[in-house]
Each structure stands twice: as structure tokens, then as C-alpha cells.
């Protein structure tokens, strides 16, 4: 079975610090990873994604995330925040080759960017 | 605009009733997923399509439940006999499926909020 955690249910970063949000995850073969944002009473947006390659992955919105296998981690990262970047950010998982299509979701972490 | 698009926006029932959402994928894909989220918690899956065929259904998927994408475009999810447990937010994502480029993420929809009184 393929799982997700995000260890910290809110972050806070004032406005142009870098942040990170974690995750990690189990999968029993290779996973797929991404992550996706979620503003107030919205559907979820894809922000990036992790296929295969490069550990390090660009998306929108000046955000990455960085693939390290011997941790199984998936941590999104931004170098300067920007107060708009505060909304709810998922991590999701799936397997790899893997019957299952659906993804896995995080619990979720609420990021803060105070002014 | 061209995204996924899901209708009613908001739904409140009395326990009991049945209730059907309505969802409208990305015109070029053929994947349809169905999750549930509740508050405070990441979507849960519910079930999938592939083109109008249903391959798969998560255990959370009671028989009060049922899903149909009848042409392989738009799909619908009833719930019939509610209960305020089923109070939640039912998105609905789109992906494409094949080896092309893309195939791989999912763009959801802005999801029906249901309130079960």
C-alpha cells in the first residue's frame, strides 16, 4: 500500500525567507510524487511533479522539490516567499508501474507568509 | 474556460435524501477520477474511469454509491440515502492516459461542497 506523511500540519515563513514544506512517503515499488496547492473554498492545482530523472524538479509559481530516494522524501521548497503563496499544499504519491491510477494524498500542510 | 468543471458548487440535503453531482472533464481526457475530502484531511480516492468503463472503486465507495460515465465524457456520482457522515467535498480530476506527455498528473475540478442536516 502506498502512503504519505506530512509531519507538520502548519508552517509559518515571513515574506522573502526561503521555505520548505516536508513530505515523505512509502510506496513498494518506484513512486510517481507531486505536489498540489489548494486556496480557500478551490479546487486542488498541480504545482509539480516527480517522473523519473533529475531529483530536482522546477514547477510554477518559482516552487521545486527535491526527489531523494534514500530517504523517501519529496520536500517542496521555494528560495523567497511571497504572502500570496499562502494557501494549503498536499503531497501525493503513486506506485510505479502499479494497476492503481489514483493518487495518495498527505493530510495536508497549511503554509503561513507573514509580511 | 477549459478546465474541469463540476456542478452543483454546493449541496445541502436532509439525511435520507439522494443526491447527484455532475462532473465535466478536460474535453481531451479519457481518465475521470472521483475523490472525497473532508476537513482537514487530503482527498481520498473513490473511484476511477478509463474512457466509460469503471476500473477501479476504493473501499470507501459504500453501495450507496454509484458512479457512471455512460459516453466517456462527463461523469456523475449519486449518493442515495444520505447520511451526515457523507457531509464533504466530492472533487472530481481528469488526466490523460496513454504515452504522451502529461499523462501522469491530474487536474482537479473546484469540487461540490455536500452538507447532509
Known amino acids: 500500500a502506498q502512503s504519505v506523511a506530512q509531519p507538520e500540519d502548519q508552517v509559518n515563513v515571513a515574506e522573502g525567507n526561503p521555505l520548505t514544506v516536508k513530505c515523505t512517503y512509502s510506496v513498494s515499488g518506484n513512486p510517481y510524487l507531486f505536489w498540489y496547492v489548494q486556496y480557500p473554498n478551490r479546487g486542488l492545482q498541480f504545482l509539480l511533479k516527480y517522473i523519473t530523472g533529475d531529483n530536482l524538479v522546477k514547477g510554477s509559481y518559482g516552487f521545486e522539490a527535491e526527489f531523494n530516494k534514500s530517504q523517501t522524501s519529496f520536500h517542496l521548497k521555494k528560495p523567497s516567499a511571497l504572502v500570496s503563496d499562502s494557501a494549503l499544499y498536499f503531497c501525493?504519491?503513486?506506485?510505479?508501474?502499479?494497476?492503481?491510477?489514483?493518487?495518495?494524498f498527505g493530510s495536508g500542510t497549511q503554509l503561513t507568509v507573514l509580511p | 474556460d477549459t478546465g474541469v468543471s463540476q456542478d452543483p458548487r454546493h449541496k445541502i440535503t436532509k439525511r435520507g435524501q439522494n443526491v447527484t453531482f455532475r462532473c465535466d472533464p478536460i474535453?481531451?481526457?479519457?481518465?475521470l477520477y472521483w475523490y472525497r475530502q473532508t476537513l482537514g484531511q487530503g482527498p481520498e480516492f473513490l473511484t476511477y474511469f478509463q474512457n466509460e468503463a469503471q476500473l477501479e472503486k476504493s473501499r470507501l465507495l459504500s453501495d450507496r454509491f454509484s458512479a457512471e460515465r455512460p459516453k466517456g465524457s462527463f461523469s456523475t456520482l449519486e449518493i442515495q440515502r444520505t447520511e451526515q457522515g457523507d457531509s464533504a467535498m466530492y472533487l472530481c480530476?481528469?488526466?490523460?492516459?496513454?504515452?504522451?506527455?502529461?499523462?501522469?498528473?491530474?487536474?482537479f475540478g473546484p469540487g461540490t461542497r455536500l452538507t447532509v442536516l
Open positions: 480530476a481528469s488526466s490523460l492516459a496513454g504515452r504522451r506527455e502529461g499523462r501522469f498528473e491530474q487536474f
Open positions: 474535453s481531451e481526457h479519457n481518465r
Open positions: 501525493a504519491v503513486r506506485d510505479r508501474p502499479g494497476s492503481a491510477r489514483q493518487l495518495t
